[in-house]
């Protein structure tokens, strides 16, 4: 079975920080791909970041990395310089990349920017 | 990047009634399709898998004659909520992977509204 969890239900940043939103998993899978997603209030899913559990660096993409730790089974989100537009639910989600291939989601966490 | 798109974006249906939503992938060839049902602020939950030719495979406690899914083709995957009550009203998110890609592309979403 897999499973994803996000403690912080939600999260307040200053303009221009740095945040970490936390992520755990766990699988039984032996490769698996760890995902981040960014949903504002209109609904849509906008995909961030992907890290593959056999990956020797973490991911960046901007001012997003990964933080990830296999042995600690996290795979924390980094969002730099943050924005008044990063307000929004961030979800982290896993796929095991053999039989189990569906994506699963946290129960994410909320973010606020303030100015 | 690839784009799924889903129609209607809204509906309001009455008790009783069949609604049909539509989530076609626009650039790219979807081998699978996924339904995802969203409550307000939960997280998204994975109702049914489903390969084009091939019936669709529900997820545990998700009643198939209730969301009947259809993949008849490699752009479009249609989900039917039928004799619709007020407790199917939700956001349902449709997305869709192309056979090899780690990326899974969600669709805009569409608000249901049972009355």
């Known amino acids: 079975a897999q499973k994803i969890t996000q403690t912080q239900p939600g999260m307040f940043v200053q303009e221009k920080e740095a945040v970490t939103l936390d992520c755990t998993y766990d699988t039984s899978d032996p490769s698996y791909g760890l995902f981040w997603y960014k949903q504002p209030s209109s609904g849509e899913m906008i995909f961030l970041i992907y890290?593959?559990?056999?990956?020797?660096q973490n991911a960046t993409e901007g001012r997003y990395s990964l933080n990830f730790q296999k042995a600690r089974k996290s795979a924390n989100l980094v969002i730099s310089a943050s924005q008044l537009g990063d307000s929004a639910m961030y979800f982290c989600a896993m796929r095991g990349l053999g039989g189990y291939n569906k994506l699963i989601f946290g129960a994410g966490t909320r973010l606020a920017v303030h100015p | 990047g690839a784009v799924v798109s889903q129609h209607p974006s809204r509906v309001i249906c009455k008790s009783g009634t069949s609604v049909k939503i539509e989530c076609r992938s626009l650039?790219?060839?979807?081998?699978?399709m996924f339904w995802y049902r969203q409550f307000p602020k939960k997280s998204l939950m994975l109702m049914a898998t489903s390969n084009e030719g091939s019936k669709a495979t529900y997820e545990q406690g998700v009643e198939k004659d209730k969301f009947l899914i259809n993949h008849a083709s490699l752009t479009l995957s249609t989900l039917t909520v039928t004799s619709a009550h007020p407790e199917d009203s939700s956001f349902y998110i449709c997305?869709?992977?192309?056979?090899?890609?780690?990326?899974?592309?969600f669709g805009p979403g569409t608000r249901l509204t049972v009355t």
């Open positions: 650039d790219f060839q979807a081998t699978t």
């Open positions: 997305s869709a992977r192309a056979r090899v890609s780690y990326e899974q592309y």
């Open positions: 890290q593959g559990s056999y990956d020797q």
